[in-house]
Every structure is written in C-alpha cells, then in structure tokens.
C-alpha cells in the first residue's frame, strides 16, 4: 500500500489549499478513505471520511463546512479541499485507510499562519 498526500504549503489565514493523495497497491475503488491530522505536539485527529463510491461523507466538527473531501476513482486520487483555514489546522496532514491512521503514508504539511 502505497499513499502519497502532496499540496501543503504555507497560507495566510482565511486562505485556501487543496490536498492530493495519490493512492497505490490496493483496489482504491473499493476502499474507504480518510484524512487525518497530527498539529505539533498533539494526536493524530480525524478530518474526514469518504465512502469508496463518493458518497457517505462525514466530517469533524472542527472542520465541517470549510473542508469538502472528494476521489476520482479513475485516478485513484483523493482530495481535500480547505477554505477559510486558520492557525488551529496547522499540522500534517495523511491520507489512511483506517480511522485511527494506522495504515497511512507519509504526510504533506499545512502551515497557516500570517
């Protein structure tokens, strides 16, 4: 299982970023997928969740209305877009198979910060 999460960077409050995992070495179609966070010196936090066909989407309350995950199954790619950021979603971000972030790959970083 390969996941690679790209598109971090560092963004200015109340701006915008949208992150890439680029999925590999399993039948992504299939599969449920998370985003998932690690803020500096915090535990990893759940994001977001996305069924394997688009649908049954949830989100954490932190988030909620600012983030819109979305997949394209055909490019075994799952996204997250992020509006309205602010300092507080400072942290690493993972794409995972899991909930808990226990098959997750490496992550992109998202600094907010004026």
């Known amino acids: 299982v390969q996941l690679q999460a790209s598109g971090g960077g560092l963004v200015q409050p109340g701006g915008s970023l949208r992150l890439s995992c680029a999925a590999s070495?399993?039948?992504?179609?299939?599969?449920?997928m998370y985003w998932i966070r690690q803020a500096p010196g915090k535990e990893l936090e759940w994001v977001s969740r996305?069924?394997?066909?688009?649908?049954?989407?949830y989100y954490a309350a932190s988030v909620k209305g600012r983030f819109t995950i979305s997949r394209d199954n055909n490019e075994n790619t799952l996204y997250l877009q992020m509006n309205n950021l602010t300092p507080e979603d400072t942290a690493l971000y993972y794409c995972?198979?899991?909930?808990?972030?226990?098959?997750r790959g490496q992550g992109t970083l998202v600094t907010v910060s004026s």
């Open positions: 995972a198979l899991d909930i808990a972030g226990r098959t």
């Open positions: 070495g399993f039948t992504f179609n299939q599969a449920v």
């Open positions: 996305i069924g394997s066909e688009g649908g049954t989407i």
